[in-house]
DNA sequence: ACGGCCGATACCGCCTCGGTATCATCACCG
DNA sequence: CGGTGATGATACCGAGGCGGTATCGGCCGT
């Protein structure tokens, strides 16, 4: 007699109508009638009355409905109480430019539904610190972009994110369905400041760096990134799915291997709090898109 | 956060010791530091600060041990008074002959625990009802013997039970390994009452009844068939590893098919009392003795 | 009589759970 | 100070439970 099967009987005794308690219960129908059938035969009674045209409680089924509803508000009371003397506990959270964005608030939402108690500290980081505070202990845990230099890091891939060029929507190229690398050969292109983790460096300038121009124009900002494209005509990178400005536009690259999106956090700070956090977005990624999990 | 993972908990914060809490809870230590750990996970806290010399609790841990055993009191409190509710039922369970000894008894405490308001009425029946009073509707289960015919009754097999044949001991085959059919080709056969089941009635004259001595001689129970041996010197049939009484001695059988010991209820009386004793039997049997399980 | 609704059943794939083997760490002790 | 034992953590594996899809059976309504 499990709180979950407790949880999937209250369903039923209330909707008194297996169809509808599954949906309620974001669930289908047989493994529903199979747990009620379950617990039934564990307790050894009969609690519903199955009819065509719909569920009668037995009289020890009211009354498991009314013992179950209590426990398990007693159960979610005994987590609130505990979480609540853990402390009001402060999560730092990176993000890397407009990474999140919808999925920041899906996130956020969820995991306050798990810790009332707990706040969330947003820090948003510039393209030029891929681990958007990290390593530099600004932030617990990071939704960030890979690939970066990871040691010391741990990292789950939430969705990969195919990458596209962006480009003027007057530029000859901007209406192919797709492009390589090697058509962007003769274009500037836009580097990240000095001492920028280097493999994020490489794989932004293209992955391979020989044979590239490598121009002087600096951007730290994705803002600037788009701006130096509308402006100087430089190349811009950027995972496709992302809404542009005016007057910009997007086509995907063929030969670019896709970019990560990923939650990261220190390897030697695993605190329960963290990995709570990196399971609910897990969760939260997987119930959004699951078509795009990586 | 459910039942199961609070009790590992609980026995985890009582004993303050991951290995005695894991043997209290008849698992090893690995899966229960797991359990721990996601349990900790999903709170967002940490609740015991381990070190090599034992465990000591967080106030958070301590909290959860206090409310974990009030909510699984309450569970069990609930089990409990839906049971009782459920009315004082009385189970009526058909056994063949001896063949439930130790393992009857053993079931019946494990079903009491379970049900302590449950009444268990047994009632032993000789070898002519392999069903055990089943199809007469006397007993709502029954532990008994395959094969019968089984029409209109579901079966479970609990174990395989080889069948040896029973001589005296001063017999010239009593001391032999083993002996095959064929070698009891001469000897006098019993046979069972007319109108007893005949697939049960093939099984024990030996599987094929063409070519052996089909003798005068009925048995109506397992004592008589023994006295038989003693007395007319006829064959005797039976399961190994059962008692028997002085002067008898058991040989193994190798072409004879083994027998199954079975629990039986019929089909279309299925009821939840039902199948939690079916359930508990087979759990019971596989704690008992988990090689021998069919 | 027949179509529709509802719960039950059959079957399948994945994920969790518990088991075995092994490792990392620290206290204790010679 | 290094060996040794104890303790909890980790890696990996196989079985079972759980949720999904497809389908059945049965009663109701028209």
């Given at each position: 007699m499990e709180l979950r099967t407790l949880r999937y009987f209250v369903a039923v005794a209330e909707e008194l109508h297996f169809g509808r308690a599954a949906a309620r219960l974001r669930m289908t129908q047989p493994p529903l009638s199979r747990a009620i059938k379950q617990l039934e035969t564990e307790l050894g009674c009969v609690l519903l009355l199955r009819s065509p045209t719909g569920v009668a409680l037995t009289p020890a089924g009211a009354l498991l409905h009314e013992e179950a509803c209590a426990l398990l508000a007693q159960a979610d009371r005994v987590r609130a109480h505990v979480t609540e003397l853990a402390g009001p506990v402060t999560l730092t959270v990176g993000t890397?430019?407009?990474?999140?964005e919808q999925f920041g608030t899906r996130l956020a939402a969820a995991y306050r539904e798990h810790h009332p108690a707990a706040r969330i500290l947003i820090r948003e980081s510039d393209l030029t610190d891929p681990t958007a505070g990290l390593r530099s202990g600004l932030v617990d845990v990071a939704l960030t972009r890979a690939p970066f230099d990871d040691t010391g890091i741990t990292t789950r891939t939430l969705r990969l994110e195919r990458v596209g060029v962006v480009l003027r929507?007057?530029?000859?190229?901007?209406?192919?369905?797709s492009l390589r690398l090697a058509d962007l050969a003769e274009r500037r292109w836009f580097r990240f400041p000095d001492g920028t983790d280097p493999v994020w460096q490489a794989y932004w300038t293209?992955?391979?760096?020989?044979?590239?121009r490598r121009d002087r124009l600096v951007v730290r900002t994705a803002r600037e990134c788009l701006q130096s494209v509308l402006w100087n005509g430089t190349v811009g990178l950027m995972p496709l799915g992302h809404a542009l400005p005016e007057g910009l536009t997007v086509v995907p690259l063929t030969d670019m291997p896709p970019s990560r999106f990923v939650i990261a956090w220190r390897a030697d700070g695993t605190t329960p709090l963290i990995r709570s956090f990196v399971r609910i977005a897990e969760t939260v990624q997987r119930t959004a898109d699951p078509t795009r999990v990586g």
């Open positions: 890397l430019a407009d990474s999140a929507t007057d530029d000859p190229l901007a209406h192919r369905e293209g992955s391979v760096e020989d044979g590239r």
